[in-house]
Structures are given as C-alpha cells and as structure tokens.
C-alpha cells in the first residue's frame, strides 16, 4: 500500500485512463476519467462504496495510468483496453452477436432484397434489426409470395437468362429473363419497401385475394400457404406499439442493480414498431451506477447498429455519450433521459425487463463465478501452484496416420474461454504419427514468441495444460528446460481416469469428479480436442479436392489452386455450370466443359 499512497500523490489532473492490478500483476479493472487524480484516489478513501468495488480494492496491489487529450478519448480508450485485457471487475459482454437485418440495394437497376448482419454506408436500404418472433427469412418469404421480389444474388445483364422455378411459382417475375419491364419491376419494389416500413394492408389484402382463389382452384396447399403468412402477418401488425409515433427509431436501455451484480435490458423500436430486445448480465466494479451504464452503451455499440436515438435513465452521462457518438462515428445521437410520456412508458417496460432479469440471473452469475474464476483458485489450492492461474493454454495434436498432422492451442482466461486468442499449428517437421514430437514442436513454436514483440499478441501463460499424462508432460518438460522457463506451470490431464500429473510429484493427482476445479479442466481439455478434429477435417477435406482436381486432365498446380480459392470446396465444384468455371482465372471455356465432363463421369 505505501507503493499506493506514493502514486496517488502524483496522480495528474488530467483526462485519462487507469488500470488496477493485482499481486501477480494481471490487469483486474480498467476505468476512465474525466480528472484522474479525483477518480483514483476515490477507490482509497473511506467513504461507502458497492459491494463489489470493496471487493475489487481489497486485490489492488498497484496501478498504472494513461494521459489522454479528453475524457471521450479515454471512454474509446477504456472500451479498447478492456477488450485486450478482459479484465475481472470490467463489464464483459458475452452477447455481442449483431441481428439480422434486409437489405435493398436500390442502387441496382433490378433491386434484391437480402439478409445482412453488417450495415455498410453503400447506398442501399437496410431494414430490421430482427430480433426474435419473426426472423429476416420469414419476412423475405412474405414479400416474395406477396410481390414477387427476387432474393437471388445473379447479375441482371443485357442478356436475357433462363428463368428459374420461382417464376413458375409465381414467386419472382423474373427480371434476369427479361419478362418484366423495369417500371413494372420497380412498382414491385416500392411496393415491397412500404411493408418494410410498417405499412402492411396492402399486403394483408393481396394475401387473403390469393389465398381464396387458390381455395377456389382446389390448390389447397398453396391456399393454406396463404392462410400461413397471414398468421404471420398478424403477429407482425402485434409488434406495432399503436401510441407510438412511427417516426421514432430508438434504443430503450435500462439498467438494474443489487449492488453485487447488474442486468441491462435493451428494447430495440423501429418506425414505432417493436423489434424486440435482449437482456444482458453484468458483473462489474464500477463506483457509480452512470458509470457502468456508459461503459455498456460503448461495448455494445461497438458491435450493434448506433440508432438515431437512445432512451435511457437520468443518471447516464448524457453528455459525454453524445459527443463520443458524433467524434468516434461521426453519428448524432440524441441520448434522452425520458422523465414522461410514451418514452418513459417505453423505459419503463425496459427497467421492469431488466429487473426480472436480474432476479432470474443471480443464481447464474453465482454458477458462473464456481465454474471459473472459483474454480481457478481451487485449482491454484488443490495443484500447489505458485499463483493464480489466469490465462490458461491448452494443447492437443490430431492426425490420422501421420497425415494432414495438426496441433490446436486454446486459451481460457480467468476459467472462461477467450476464442480470439485460439490458434492452429500445422506441423512441419515430424514424419509419421509422432504425437510427443508433434507436441514438441508446437510448444516450441508457441515459447519462441515470448520476450519477442510479438508476445504482446500472445502473452506469457499462466499455466500451460496438455493433453496426455506423464509421456506427454516429459515431452514438454524438455522444452522448458531448453528454454530456461522456469515461470509457467504445467500439467497433464489424462482422459481415462482423469489424473492431473505435476512436475511437483511423481503421483498423480485425482480431483473429485464434483469438483468445479476439474470440470473446468475437462472444458478446456476438450475444447482443445475439438478445436484440433476441426482444423485437421478442414485440411483433410482440401486435401481430398486438390487429389481430384490432380486428375483432370489441363489443370495444373496454379489452375487447381484458383479453383480452391474461388469455389473451396469440392461440392461447390462439381454442381458449378460451365459458365461459373470459366470465370475462374487461368480456366477458359474449354477447360471448363472438360470439368464439367470429368465430373459428370467419374461422380
């Protein structure tokens, strides 16, 4: 601590950001500031603090901090540093997939309407997100059955093309043959745009006039076909929040707390039609309730589509937000502290989400922490470790008689799995099926990287784990000791009797089969297993394709590889038309119609 007393002395009253870590020097918060010498110095005084900023003090053993030109600098700075360290008292979001959106590139003479997770400022018309109920795939179906829009990617040229079975379904018109006019194609589109919109009588009307004459015709199964999107159509029209105004486009984002851990509730509005939302799960240390709002506005934005308004409560740092959106995306943002009217109804639907939620997460979020950073700390106990067993790598070979050999290295971080930092080996220089050699050289690779710049992408483990038991460990001890590591644990998991061998003792160790501590090596065990079949399966698979492309008569080693990098997998190959193959560099017409020969002959 009189490290700690020395630093806050010091501390500048500038914007910036600081980054707490514990005995072993492993990153455990990072927060922002708006005057570092204020903010820090918060965490040492007396005064009551959340249960779980206490908790987080009492494992500070020093801290750094970094000087930035504004407090939106640090708030960008923050969310950056907290993705690289993944620290345990930051709030991590483990949902960060984006939803589903329609896209219409209007742009194109003859308009496709597509499924897209990534909005592009490229001219076209984005339209969602959807998020549950009612998927993109269903609302395309609609349209297509209602206005004959065409979902396919082909290029529309002067010359005319065959057309496919949606023209004889009636579900396309077919402007790719030719067989309708580009005004009566764009009536079609505009069409299709305004039920986007919201606006869906027309579409109700089309589908119930289709739907009896079909009835009439005795095609009772496109009748109930019919009778199927006007169902969905119904739950549709539900979405729509009748009080609200159809020009709103806004995030509702409430949060819940019981000092110890936070649920955030998102409700997600459209042209007064409700989307949907998701809820998350927090666990973090911040000091103030606005705090930990902002910081999960910033992650999640980070990898969401930013709305031209978001509804929050009052205490969120409205301010700094606003100007974070306009320098960091260049976007307007209205952030709303809704006080009455529909807004707050909305908020108020998002702070009752948020609030069950929470209750229903507790239990959860406990399980959470037995089965990883607890069961960290058992294993710290049960293993005789010298420290806490942060980043955890974990490694397997996989082969089939020595072919296509592969090594997988995953990473799990305080007991959790950090796929971004995974990595595949394909083994060089072992002949034959040599699992130990193979391991042996992998993890020689794998050291090679520390006390390089490189070890800024891969930094130094905590505990390596390997697959096998005292052969496997032996194997690896010897490359340790080449190297002169002395400062990274290892163990083995053998998978019959699940034993833990150490360099400790000459006797394994057996961990209860209860034990979260034991699971959580199983997990990361397993995870390297499969991680390992997957690499090797695909190596295998384009293996395979380049023997049967070394068949066909005309294709060389640089035709074959264009085919692999165009096409990639065999399947892909062998249903191509004459025409796609041709296309491909190095591959000319006749060329194309000999594969297209070879592989109607000989598959």
């Known amino acids: 601590m009189d490290v700690i007393k020395e630093k806050l002395k010091l501390l500048p009253e500038n914007p910036g950001v600081y980054i707490m870590l514990n005995k072993y020097g492993n990153v455990i918060y990072v927060g922002k500031a708006r005057v570092l010498k204020n903010r820090v110095r918060q965490y040492f005084h007396n005064s009551p603090k959340p249960e779980k900023v206490m908790k987080m003090v009492e494992n500070i053993s020093d801290f750094n901090y970094i000087i930035t030109n504004s407090e939106i600098d640090a708030l960008a700075l923050e969310n950056n540093l907290i993705k690289k360290y993944k620290p345990k008292y930051n709030i ?3 949902d960060d997939k984006t939803y589903p959106y329609i896209k219409v590139n209007v742009k194109e003479e003859y308009p496709n309407f597509s499924v897209t997770r990534k909005i592009r400022k490229d001219g076209s018309k984005y339209y969602g997100p959807f998020m549950g109920g009612i998927s993109c ?25 065959r057309e496919c079975l949606n023209y004889h379904i009636k579900r396309c018109t077919a402007p790719c043959a030719k067989l309708v006019s580009k005004e009566e194609y764009s009536k079609q589109v505009k069409n299709a745009l305004s039920f986007l919109e919201g606006n869906y009588k027309q579409a109700e009307q089309l589908l119930t006039d289709k739907m009896f004459r079909s009835a009439e015709s005795e095609n009772f199964e496109l009748a109930l076909e019919y009778k199927n999107k006007l169902e969905m159509l119904s739950k549709l029209e539900a979405k729509r929040i009748t009080s609200l105004s159809k020009f709103i486009d806004a995030d509702i984002i409430a949060y819940a707390t019981n000092n110890l851990y936070s649920a955030v509730n998102v409700l997600v509005t459209r042209k007064g039609i409700m989307q949907g939302g998701s809820s998350f799960a927090l666990d973090e240390a911040h000091i103030s309730d606005g705090e930990a709002l902002t910081a999960f506005i910033v992650q999640y934005y980070s990898s969401h589509e930013v709305p031209p308004e978001i509804i929050v409560e009052d205490f969120c740092e409205k301010q700094l937000l606003q100007n974070y959106f306009k320098e960091k995306f260049d976007r307007t943002v209205e952030v709303t502290l809704a006080k009455q009217g529909i807004k707050y109804r909305l908020l108020e639907m998002a702070q009752k989400n948020a609030a069950e939620y929470l209750e229903k997460s507790v239990d959860k979020i406990k399980h959470r922490d037995d089965m990883t950073v607890n069961a960290c700390m058992r294993l710290k106990e049960l293993l005789s470790l010298d420290k806490y067993p942060r980043r955890m790598e974990c490694y397997d070979i ?7 050999k592969v090594g997988s290295m995953v990473v799990f971080v305080d007991g959790e799995a950090d796929r971004s930092s995974y990595r595949r080996f394909k083994i060089r220089t072992v002949e034959g099926a040599n699992d130990f050699a193979s ?3 992998v993890l020689n690779r794998r050291l090679s990287k520390l006390g390089t710049d490189e070890e800024k992408r891969f930094p130094k483990p905590d505990l390596i784990i390997i697959d096998g038991g005292k052969g496997q460990l032996s194997a690896v001890k010897s490359i340790f000791e080449d190297a002169g590591i002395n400062d990274i644990e290892l163990i083995s998991l053998a998978k019959r009797e699940e034993e833990v061998f150490t360099l400790n003792s000459e006797q394994s160790i057996k961990i209860s089969h209860r034990d979260f501590a034991l699971k959580m090596l199983q997990r990361i065990r397993d995870e390297a297993h499969r991680f390992a079949i997957t690499y090797f399966r695909n190596l295998h698979s384009k293996r395979n394709l380049e023997s049967v492309l070394n068949e066909i008569e005309g294709v060389g080693k ?4 264009a085919l692999m990098e165009k096409f990639g997998t065999l399947d892909k190959i062998m249903y191509a038309s004459e025409e796609e193959l041709a296309k491909t560099e190095g591959i000319g017409k006749f060329l194309a119609a000999n594969i297209k020969k070879y592989f109607e002959e000989n598959l």
Do not use: A, M, W
């Open 398 to 404: 996989s082969n089939v008689s020595g072919v296509d």
């Open 137 to 161: 795939k269903d609302v395309l179906d609609i349209l297509q059955l209602t206005y004959s829009i065409r979902l396919c990617h082909i290029q529309i040229t002067q010359k005319p093309k």
């Open 558 to 561: 640089v035709k074959r590889i």
């Open 439 to 441: 391991l042996q050289e």
């Open 92 to 94: 991590l979001l483990k």
